[in-house]
Every structure is written in C-alpha cells, then in structure tokens.
C-alpha cells in the first residue's frame, strides 16, 4: 500500500481538467523556427530521415516529419526548437507547414459535420501497417486522463456503427482491401481522419515496395494529426476544433 501511496504522489493529478490548455512535460510538439539566414551547411536537411526540411527559407513539413530531434541536435544555429504545445493537427496536408513566424493553418470548423456530429461522434480505427505507436496514444485518447467521452466521442467496434474512420500507418498493400472495406461500410455523411507521419505521408515508408496510398488519392482526409506517434491531447483538440465544440 505504501509503494502504491509513493508511485500515486510521484506522478501527481494526470487528469486534464481542460484538454484545450494541457501542455504536457517533456512532450516534443509543435516547433518553433528562428528567422534569419541559415548557415551554408544543410546539417538539418542532412539529418532529417524523412526530408521533412527545407532551408532558404526554413520550415518544416509536420506531414513528414518523425519529431526525431535530430535537426535541434545538428543545427549550428539553434534556429530550430521543439514546443511542449500540442495543437499541431490540420483540415490540409499543406497546412501542416511551418516556416520562422507561422505556425501551423487554424482548423476552420465544418459546419456539416459540426451538425452530425457536434454532440456524439463515433469512430472506428484502422491500423494499415502500424508500428502499434500512433494506435496506443489513440487508446489512450478515451482513458481517465484525457476522457474524450466526456465531449460524446468514443470508439467502437464496428465501421457500420462509426461516424468517422481514424487511419494509422503507412497504408500497406495487405491491409488496401481492409481499409476500403471499413470505409465502404460506413453510413454517410462520414470523414477520414489520417494520424501520425506514415498515415499523412507514408513517414519513414514513403518510398516503401510495400505501400499502397491508393485510397488517399481517391478519399481525402478531412483532418490531418501529424506525430510520430501523436500524442492524445494533438487528437483530441483536433477533433474538438473540427467539430467545433467549446
């Protein structure tokens, strides 16, 4: 009892009251850029696995990147820096840009779907090859701590019972089917909703022999979450922003 006392206190109140104001200790998010000329040696872009830079000017595709922290490590300049801010998910893929003095594009709530779905919303997950990473942080999304349910959005088992599919990995040819199955079962008005780098952009498997992003081509995601993995609070205040709850 007294070592369970012990872990209770060293850990603290991990319930979020309000997860529009959480800013988590320790977590690598949204990152900021300093303005200025870059140095002439493209250390960043060297290091970077998933060519998520570009110097002249700097900025960084959160669509691609791993938040690995290499740039920070190898950049001669300090220009780069990571935020414990989580707000980083977007309604574009191109919003996801972030240069010195910008951040990443607002969500502009989508008044349809804010109808549908602004007091219950059910979503149904699919992993396309997964590392299990993105997928844990979304169960953790509906736990005590960050309790999504209290805003009416759960997960459930079915695709014919969910309003939204929320998509994880890189898409592989084995799981192609699956994933147009799920979709096809969903009951219109429905969206998609891609989380993490490999469901946005393929992340480290981009260019994988494996991979078939056919269905994004053809189906496009009304909200993007970029991490690697991302955390709850970056789901979650996307949806909410989305749907436009308070």
Known sequence: MLKALSVRAQQGRQF?????????????????????????????????????????PLQIDLARCVFCNECVVVCPDDRVRFTPEPSMAS?????????????VEPIVPDEVFRRHFGRSLRLRQVSAGGCNACELELNAAANVNFDMQRYGIDWVASPRHADALVLTGPLTQQMAAAVRLGWDAMPEPRFLVAVGACAISGGLYADGDAIDRSFLSEVGPALFVPGCPPHPLTFLRGLLDFLGIA
């Open 91 to 103: 309604t574009r893929a191109s919003g996801l840009l972030v240069r010195a003095g910008s951040s």
């Open 16 to 56: 979020i009251p309000d997860p529009r104001s959480g800013r988590p200790e320790g977590l690598r998010g949204l990152p900021v850029l300093t303005a200025g000329e870059c140095a002439s040696c493209r250390a960043c872009m060297a290091a970077c696995p998933t060519s998520a830079i570009a110097v002249d």
